[in-house]
């Protein structure tokens, strides 16, 4: 018999807490939910105020079954999933699907998983808060009328298969609506001056002091006037002031920064960030990591000023508690820090050892003292112009935080040694000109989104929670409304002048701009859909919309908003918008017509097509006998906003015929999936450094024989007994093939040596990859 049964949501979590309770604990997992909506009619009985129609999923019953029997025998039983509102669900869907009595059940959180913590959270359980479940009840049950009420209509108006969701589709718009503002920004150009001049120390050698002019030129012209006066000129330092400054550390990490800076400083991808932190946090390595708050406990700040001082002494040390300001902070009370803040180093894996540096210099940070800093700005008079060059600089006086931790955003000239930026230098002091070059620059449109500054933008409007970031991202590329990719640069001309020894030089140089690494791009079909939907479903596009949902739900977990009436409130006007578009809005395909084909006189258009974007000569026409359009996919890089009709009409090019190789022809084209070669009735892909308008018969060739290669490679045996039974080499291994299904091979088998016995019994026993996918999600 069970004496107290502990039921946490993860493996690991358990695995972790056991270690601090005694023999008279039990801890086991639930695997997450383990029961959630119906996907039949909704899992929501509208016309009965929204009740909702939980089933456990058929992945779960397992796990039901063995947690119901453990329950039923235990004296008491401890539900201690996390301390958010989803945690608080988990918690309450346990207790109404184990059936467990309220007076043997209690419920227990922490933001850490530590000896201390567990036992203080045993010392003060609670009942669970069913405000706080129905705040994220609702949450589940808005998205699930938003998504299976819109959904449909998107198969209907635009293409099958597509899906809509109340955030995600939000956060689609923000990423479409950059991308407009790229493609509509005209960049100018102007010409930045910076004058080089010497001056003379102590020793009588010459250091180098750069300046700005505190003017731009519009005009090539002007800037060659103004380098023409400065030939004949003299520069006299009119005026030095210097100013002490400083600069605080940035607060402990919430979520969201935790994501930014992982992002900026790691690399690591919103998901990637969260599933280290998951791992850290179900080791007991750092504090809970869903969190909008940047509080620090009393016994963290102490740990970590005793750390400091002893790392560095008293006067690096400064407490400090921070208080949250992000819109609805609402989930853990607690920043993401270490659990014991004197650790410095962990055991794990390379990225929980990188994401785990990063959270203590953040967390100890927070705790030093402000960098004091000096700054000086030297005015530099010009004796034939009125415009001013500008030196700035600045010299570290004491490091303070500095020390630990830099953030992302500081300037990468920065200089942490304390030395100076500017040489020595005094008022009226007469200054030799080495250069002065002017060179044009260009205004910089928009940034696109990082995965980083998406959570940002979301966090600032009040969109979606910590919770939520990881998962939004995630969802809008999997469902293809997004891409996240690095994109070439291109190559543009500026022009240099170059005043030296008294001679103006004027060059022409080449520069690549452009380039982007890991930037959120929009498809064509997230910008269809969002379209769309931003004309048929403003309301609920609507920003702000988003936002005070989002408050709503704050409201309910506070006690404030009856769940079913703040839904009855957003349904009824809502579905009739959905009726409304069903019957009244216009087909989608974001179709743009690009002109007329020289060649047949017909007009060349660009949409989206039921296998993608795609190019159309002529028009669809319902007359018997007239002629059908002609179709060609776009490639990858072409996209419906941009695409010319040169472009267009380039892909009508295809396929075309390169040659002959051994009698038979040898034709490219571009199918679903790229590029390709068609020879014999068999297809190669091109690689990504071929151009199928302008590949040649020998590489074609080549292409071949190497697909030949390497698909000879692949088969280790073919049975006479049967064709369909095959032994191939795949990416994990050997493997067998029967009738289109794979099946593994079982443990210290050689492939070669299997008989068609062997193979018969491998398929009787359906050991297929498949299932055992299946067997591991589990």
């Known amino acids: 018999m069970v004496k107290n049964l502990v039921i946490v949501e993860s493996p690991a979590k358990a695995k972790t807490i056991e270690k601090f309770l005694g023999k008279d604990f039990v801890v086991k997992s639930s695997f997450g939910h383990i029961r959630d909506l119906d996907k039949k009619d909704f899992g929501i009985d509208i016309e009965n105020n929204f009740q909702p129609n939980y089933i456990v999923s058929t992945d779960k019953k397992a796990v039901v079954k063995e947690l119901k029997s453990l329950a039923k025998d235990a004296e008491m039983v401890w539900l201690a999933s996390d301390e958010d509102r989803e945690g608080e669900a988990i918690a309450w869907h346990l207790m109404e699907t184990l059936e467990l009595d309220p007076q043997k059940t209690k419920r227990i959180v922490f933001h850490e998983i530590t000896k201390n913590a567990i036992l203080e959270a045993i010392n003060h359980p609670r009942q669970i808060n069913k405000q706080v479940v129905d705040a994220q009840q609702a949450r589940r049950i808005l998205d699930r009328l938003v998504g299976f009420e819109v959904s449909p ?14 955030v995600q589709s939000v956060a689609v718009r923000l990423i479409v609506e950059r991308e407009r503002e790229i493609h509509q920004f005209e960049s100018t150009s102007a010409y930045r001056v910076t004058g080089f001049f010497l001056v003379k120390d102590e020793n009588g050698k010459f250091a180098e002091l750069k300046a700005e002019l505190n003017q731009r030129f519009d005009t090539r012209d002007k800037a060659k006037a103004f380098l023409d006066r400065c030939t004949s000129a003299s520069f006299r330092v009119e005026d030095v002031t210097t100013k002490p400054a400083k600069r605080s550390p940035a607060p402990p990490f919430t979520t969201s920064t935790l994501q930014q800076e992982a992002s900026r400083k790691l690399s690591f991808s919103v998901s990637q960030t969260m599933s280290v932190a998951q791992k850290l946090y179900e080791a007991g390595k750092i504090t809970y990591m869903r969190t909008d708050s940047v509080n620090l406990s009393s016994l963290a700040i102490h740990t970590a000023k005793a750390k400091i001082v002893e790392l560095f002494g008293e006067d690096y040390a400064k407490t400090r508690q921070y208080k949250t300001s992000s819109k609805g902070a609402q989930e ?28 203590w210099k953040r967390s ?54 304390g030395e100076s930026l500017l040489p020595p230098i005094q008022v009226n002091q007469l200054l030799d000109l080495n250069q002065i070059v002017a060179a044009q620059r260009f205004s910089q449109r928009p940034a696109r989104y990082t995965e980083a500054s998406l959570v940002k933008k979301l966090e600032e409007q009040g969109i979606g929670r910590p919770s939520t970031y990881a998962p939004i991202i995630t969802t809008i590329q999997n469902r293809g409304y997004v891409v996240k990719e690095d994109r070439a640069g291109f190559e543009r001309e500026f022009t240099t002048l170059t005043l030296h020894s008294g001679k103006i030089v004027e060059k022409v140089n080449l520069e690549n701009y452009g380039y982007e690494k890991s930037k959120l791009f929009p498809t064509d079909i997230g910008m269809v859909v969002t379209d769309f939907l931003l004309k048929n479903f403003n309301p609920v596009m609507d920003y702000n919309f988003t936002a005070n949902v989002e408050e709503q739900f704050d409201f309910i977990a506070e006690g404030k908003e009856e769940w079913s009436r703040m839904i009855g409130d957003f349904y009824k006007p809502f579905h009739q918008l959905v009726e409304q578009t069903l019957q009244i809005s216009e087909k989608a395909n974001g179709e743009r017509i690009l002109g007329i084909d020289p060649a047949s006189g017909k007009q ?34 072409m996209h419906i906003e941009t695409i010319t009709l040169d472009e267009a009409l ?55 024989e190497a697909k030949r290669e390497k698909d000879s490679k692949a088969v280790i045996r073919v049975f006479d007994e049967d064709p369909d039974m095959k032994l191939l080499n795949g990416r994990w291994g050997p493997y067998l093939s029967y009738q289109k299904n794979n099946y593994k091979l079982p443990k210290n088998s050689q492939a070669e040596s299997l008989t068609y016995a062997d193979c018969q019994k491998i398929i009787e026993a359906g050991n297929s990859p498949k299932k055992a996918t299946r067997k591991k999600k589990k």
């Open 153 to 166: 209509v998107l198969w209907k108006k635009v293409k099958p298969q597509l899906s809509a969701g109340r």
């Open 650 to 704: 380039k892909l009508f090019k295809l396929p075309r015929e390169v040659g002959e190789y051994e009698s038979k022809k040898v034709t490219v084209a571009i199918g679903r999936f790229g590029p390709y070669i068609r020879h014999d009735n068999k297809f190669v892909s091109l690689e990504k450094s071929d151009d199928p308008y302008t590949i040649i018969l020998s590489r074609a060739i080549e292409l071949i």
């Open 364 to 417: 100890i940070a927070s705790q030093m003292s402000d960098a004091l800093l000096e700054k000086t700005n030297i005015t530099i008079q010009v004796s034939t112009a009125p415009e001013k060059f500008i030196a700035s600089g600045e010299v570290i006086k004491f490091e303070g935080f500095l020390k630990v931790y830099l953030e992302s955003t500081d300037d990468d000239d920065e200089q942490p040694n």
């Open 604 to 637: 060349v258009s660009v949409k989206i097509g039921r296998f993608g974007p795609l190019a159309q000569i002529g028009e669809t026409s319902d007359e018997e006998g007239a002629d059908k359009p002609t179709f060609a996919s776009l490639q990858s890089g």
């Open 332 to 359: 853990a009370h607690e920043a993401i820090r270490p659990t014991y803040m004197d650790q410095e180093n962990i055991s794990g894996t390379k990225q929980e050892q990188r994401l785990y540096d990063l959270i």
